[in-house]
């Protein structure tokens, strides 16, 4: 059974900051793994998308890496800001006949000014 | 384009009563998900259609749980009857195709008394 843990739980930190979230996945059988962002009260909105084939995808200030052999992968994100403030989750893909995600508990950012 | 949008927002009924929850998905997107998050919990995947076939319903937790996509395009879960534990926050998701990014509604605030 998968299961997948993000660490830390919650990140406080100040604005201007380089941080990383890290999501770990027991089972390393995906077909791809995926980053949200969910605002309070709002729904899940997709930040990036990396194939098991891949190492790594970038958008803007956002990185996401994978090593799927030791069923690890992170969010790096550049220069934060408060608008990055928001719980982020990361969810994998078990293979190319199933749709259904697993989702870890996800991270609570707070990026103060 | 329309995002994925689920009715009603809030619900509240009392234990034994049934609600019946709305997703609309992306005009085009064959694929439809539900996900479910209870208090404390992490998202959990409920069931999959691909247009209107259930492709995988592993995650329904009873069957008081009644999920129908009828014609394919417009997907509804009804409770019937709600139990107190069944509160949660039930998301719909969709995609092109299984392997393509999940999009969210803001899902569905259940509260059951």
């Known amino acids: 059974k998968q299961e997948v843990t993000q660490i830390p739980a919650a990140l406080s930190v100040p604005e201007g900051e380089n941080l990383v979230l890290n999501c770990s996945f027991t089972?390393?059988?995906?077909?791809?793994l995926q980053w949200f962002r969910q605002d309070p009260g709002k729904g899940l909105t997709s930040l990036l998308l990396?194939?098991?084939?891949?190492r790594e995808q970038t958008s803007g200030r956002l990185n996401a890496s994978l090593d799927k052999s030791s069923g690890r992968s992170t969010l790096y994100i550049a220069a934060s800001q408060p608008g990055d403030s928001a719980t982020y989750l990361c969810?994998?893909?078990?293979?190319?006949?199933?749709?259904?995600?697993?989702f870890g508990q996800g991270t609570i950012l707070t990026v103060h000014p | 384009e329309a995002g994925v949008t689920q009715f009603p927002s809030h619900s509240v009924i009392e234990k034994g009563q049934t609600v019946t929850l709305r997703c609309d998905p992306i005009s085009g997107h064959d694929n439809l998900y539900w996900y479910r998050r209870v208090m404390g919990k992490e998202i959990k995947f409920l069931l999959h259609?691909?247009?209107?076939?259930?492709?995988?319903e592993s995650g329904m937790p009873n069957n008081r749980f009644l999920a129908e996509r009828t014609g394919g395009t417009y997907s509804t879960l009804k409770v019937q009857p709600a139990e107190l534990e069944d509160s949660g926050v039930y998301f719909c998701?969709?995609?092109?195709?299984?392997?393509?990014?999940?999009?969210f509604g803001d899902g569905t605030r259940l509260s059951i008394l």
């Open positions: 089972d390393s059988a995906i077909y791809n």
């Open positions: 259609f691909v247009k209107e076939s259930k492709q995988d």
């Open positions: 990396i194939q098991s084939s891949q």
């Open positions: 969810a994998v893909r078990r293979g190319t006949s199933y749709g259904k995600l697993t």
């Open positions: 998701a969709s995609s092109y195709s299984a392997g393509q990014p999940q999009h």
